[in-house]
């Protein structure tokens, strides 16, 4: 399979905390992406990061990219119990159309 | 429309009846994606339109499934003769340029229950 896979399949913290999730994948890529979802919602896009990118910053969100390990994580700082969700990574890889998304990391953020 | 639009947001059925799910991409967005989750799961990837080009349907999963994208805009994904495997919820996403380059923009889902 060429899908990702996130890692750990659910992690719980305090607020104030911070949040390290891992992805892993197979192939080359052109970029990788990651997203959250909500419970019964669809999947919003948090960040994306190329292949010639080893970091990248979005508010509270820090994403590190090592292709050389085929391997990308995801921190939260000072996490909020709004951050509650699952997050998921999407790997595009060279060639193709498609995105392949990995199982997930289920976020529990308690107050 | 602001987002990506998919009706129905849930559906029931009974095995072996035909389902059609539609969804209405962002205006302006040239690929349109189906994937399929199940419940825990992560994403599987169903089909890709991208313009006037052939799509991608090397994701679904048996010839009971198939999907159509008229006049570039708005898709519909029918499953004939449901079984209860294909009970998940299925996802569509728009992206403003093909080849998986830019980021996509998901509806809330249509959650399908065959019983």
């Known amino acids: 399979s060429q899908q990702g896979e996130e890692d750990p399949q659910a992690l719980s913290i305090q607020e104030g905390e911070n949040a390290t999730m891992n992805c892993s994948y197979k192939?080359?890529?052109?970029?990788l992406q990651w997203y959250r979802q909500n419970s019964g919602r669809g999947l919003v896009h948090l960040i994306l990061?190329?292949?010639?990118?080893r970091e990248k910053h979005s508010g509270r969100l820090r994403v590190t990219l090592d292709t050389s390990k085929k391997s990308s994580s995801l921190l939260i700082t000072a996490s909020r119990a709004a951050d509650t969700a699952s997050y998921f990574c999407a790997t595009a890889p060279n060639t193709g159309n498609q995105f392949y998304f990995g199982t997930g990391t289920s976020l529990t953020v308690i107050p | 429309g602001a987002g990506v639009s998919q009706s129905p947001s849930n559906k029931v059925t009974e095995k072996g009846k035909d389902v059609e799910l539609r969804c209405d991409p962002i205006s302006g967005h040239t690929a349109l994606y189906w994937y399929r989750q199940s419940l825990g799961q992560g994403l599987e990837f169903l089909i890709y339109f991208q313009g006037n080009s052939a799509p991608d349907k090397s994701g679904l999963p048996s010839d009971r499934f198939s999907a159509e994208r008229t006049g570039g805009s708005v898709s519909t994904l029918t499953i004939q003769r449901t079984q209860q495997e294909d009970s998940a919820v299925y996802l569509c996403?728009?992206?403003?340029?093909?080849?998986?380059?830019?980021?996509?923009?998901f509806g809330e889902g249509s959650r399908l229950t065959v019983l």
């Open positions: 990061i190329r292949s010639n990118e």
């Open positions: 192939t080359s890529i052109n970029n």
């Open positions: 996403a728009s992206s403003q340029t093909g080849g998986a380059v830019g980021e996509l923009f």
